[in-house]
């Protein structure tokens, strides 16, 4: 099919303009660091045993302000315990007003029952700190172990006892506060700084 002199005339034009010259293409930019804060509250959560601890970071030096172990006796329903441990929580964050909470992720559980359980203290701690206003973390635990003591698989005698030497403290805290500290300080560790797995902020 023939072109008439017009149209030969306006596809000529087309083809003269110059062409847009394509952005770009930057490279991505390496994820933020969390922001820097003073005081850190960790939680390894638990229905019947959840772990609290906070800290006060400045420079290189942490400092233990307080913690605790929710204790909830086997008697209690679970709803009770929720109520306990939002309560608990609620009252250590009035005292210290962090600006940061870090809490255990989810591992895999051995069965459906026990990952459920779990689900419902850890979401009792996490409603209460978004309530406040906290910016919320999540480490798992190998990460926090080789943080902290060097050894992804460590046991809960060696992450309290160099929590002890970390912090400083005459003894060892029991293993769920202890537990609790480590999230803090292995938070500390990294705020600021870029690294390749960035912490995960839910």
């Known amino acids: ?94 005292r210290h007003h962090p600006g940061v909470c870090v809490i255990e992720s989810l591992f895999q559980a051995r069965n459906y029952q026990t990952a459920l359980i779990l689900g419902e203290a850890r979401g009792a701690s996490l409603a209460v700190a978004a309530e406040a206003g906290l910016e919320v973390y999540e480490l798992a635990p190998r990460r926090v172990k080789q943080a902290i003591v060097g050894y992804g698989a460590a046991q809960k005698p060696a992450v309290a006892q160099m929590v002890r030497r970390l912090l400083g403290l005459a003894e060892a805290p029991p293993p769920d506060a202890a537990d609790a500290l480590a999230l803090a300080l292995a938070f500390a560790q990294e705020q600021g700084r870029a690294v390749l797995s960035p912490l995960k902020r839910i």
Do not use: K
């Open 1 to 94: 099919m023939g072109l008439s002199p017009r149209q030969f005339e306006q596809l000529r034009q087309r083809l003269a303009r110059p062409r847009p010259r394509p952005e770009p293409v930057s490279a991505p930019l390496p994820a933020s660091p969390p922001s820097r804060h003073g005081v850190i509250l960790g939680i390894d959560p638990s229905l019947r045993g959840t772990g609290l601890g906070v800290i006060r970071h400045a420079r290189d030096r942490n400092e233990m302000l307080e913690y605790a172990v929710i204790h909830c006796p086997p008697g209690w329903e679970r709803s009770r315990c929720l109520a306990h441990i939002a309560g608990t929580v609620r009252a250590m964050i009035q």
